[in-house]
């Protein structure tokens, strides 16, 4: 009876403790914590719509894109949903396995009255094991979180690019202009001096090469322009609607001269692909300690009874019962080489995931340096001497001390320096949002220096902490 009695307690505390939902890890906030970008990603149950509501002016500043880029994302809302999922199997874990309920008629067979054999069992084991299977469902329901955490910075970085080479094309789009028009003023004054006797047939035909170049080279800058702008349409929600935008200038970036060090560091305590790996290895470690009790499978515990009749009446026997099995051949060995296997696979994974995040931290921290480098040689200095040159060219042919083909080409140089400014600038906002996307987020962007390396991921580590 005291048996029994601890079999009932034990039972009510699993059901006490498994029917409580898990608590939801909640990866909008986290993703607004790495994005800072606040209160923006919510689940969308309707499945979402081609269009979304279109702009009410026709100016699209870069925060409203990026605002519209992660409230409309499919990729974002597929990826809560399978949040969502694995929240429903870590729910799921939490139920205790409905009891089987057994009832058997026996008829005698040269007459009498027949028997019943009713019992009612659960699978033991399930009980047993399910403190462990909650542990491991929730940890893939973080890890499916960091996973949609991921998401989240790949839209935001996409999007962040996209609009920076929109916005470096319409800068671009004037110079181009403004060059075609030098061109054609060249070979204007180069035809005319053939006609005085002055120039040569080279003269013009290089002029109008030059002039067919550049308008090859302004119509592939359209099409370039008229493309990206789609895939900022598809991006915000709206890839039916107008493109014509007005977008904003190019604000001046301050340069982030922090270590690569310090980056690296940022990226290894905040990139949520590594959260995801970690979680994903705590769930197979639970599964490794619980496959010790695969060669109990078919363990079940209950209770049993025999109704008989005797001298007229019905007299029952009611007792408990259990079956356990004899783990002769299979005692999980099988199953318990096999996580293990699967728990050393993704140690390995997660430490070349965090070898492939220190390369890429130091890629984009390598492209941005040179990109900012480059853009200060080219806006401090290059351009400057271009200035320069250009205004003495001018006073030179007011002076009629030099024609005016001096002047143009000096012109045409000053405006392709500033297209390649335009062109540092877009490299150069490109390569701080991957280098913020290397780290985990804008919201991290800014890192201390690291005092100490980070350890390194051991499978005793894994052994003791995952």
Known sequence: MTSLRSWCALASMAAAGCTVAPHWPAPEVVASRLTGVSALIVMDRTGGSLDTPALMENQLHQADALRMALTTSPSIQAALARVHQAYAEAYQQRLLPNPLLSVVLKFPIHGGAPTAEPGISADLLALLQKPGKIKAAESRLRAASAEAVVVVLDTLAQAQECYARAQSLDAMMPVLRQRQQLTERLADIARSRLTAGEGTRLDVTTLEAQKIELEVEIAER??????????????????????????????????????????????????????????????????????????????????????????????????????????????????????????????????????????????????????????????????????????????????????????????????????????????????????????????VAVPKPATQPAPAVTIQQNNEGI
Not at 229 to 252: F, V, Y
Not at 309 to 321: E, F, N, Y
Not at 385 to 390: S, V
């Open 222 to 443: 359209e099409l370039e322009r008229q493309e990206g702008r789609l895939e900022l349409a598809r991006l915000i929600g709206q890839p039916s609607g107008t493109i014509e935008w007005q977008l904003d200038s190019w604000n001046a970036m301050n340069a982030e001269d922090t270590m690569v060090q310090a980056w690296i560091q940022a990226g290894l305590d905040h990139r949520p692909e590594i959260t995801a790996s970690i979680w994903e290895l705590r769930a197979l470690g639970v599964e490794f300690a619980q496959a010790r009790w695969d060669g109990f499978e078919a363990m079940e515990v209950g209770a049993a009874g025999e109704g008989t009749v005797k001298s007229g009446a019905r007299d029952w026997a009611i007792g408990p019962a259990l079956t356990v099995p004899l783990p002769l051949f299979d005692w999980g060995q099988a199953r318990r080489d096999l996580v293990g296997a699967r728990r050393l696979e993704a140690a390995h994974l997660l430490n070349d995931k965090r070898r492939q995040i220190v390369e890429e931290i130091r890629r984009a921290h390598g492209a941005y340096r040179a990109a900012v480098d480059a853009h200060q040689r080219v806006s401090q200095e290059l351009i400057p001497l271009l200035q320069q040159r250009r205004n003495e060219a001018d006073s030179q042919y007011r002076a009629g001390q030099s024609d005016i083909i001096s002047l143009i080409l000096a012109d045409q140089d000053l405006q392709a320096a500033q297209i390649r400014r335009i062109e540092l600038e877009c490299r150069t906002a490109i390569s701080r949002a991957r280098l913020h996307r290397a780290v985990g987020g804008s919201g």
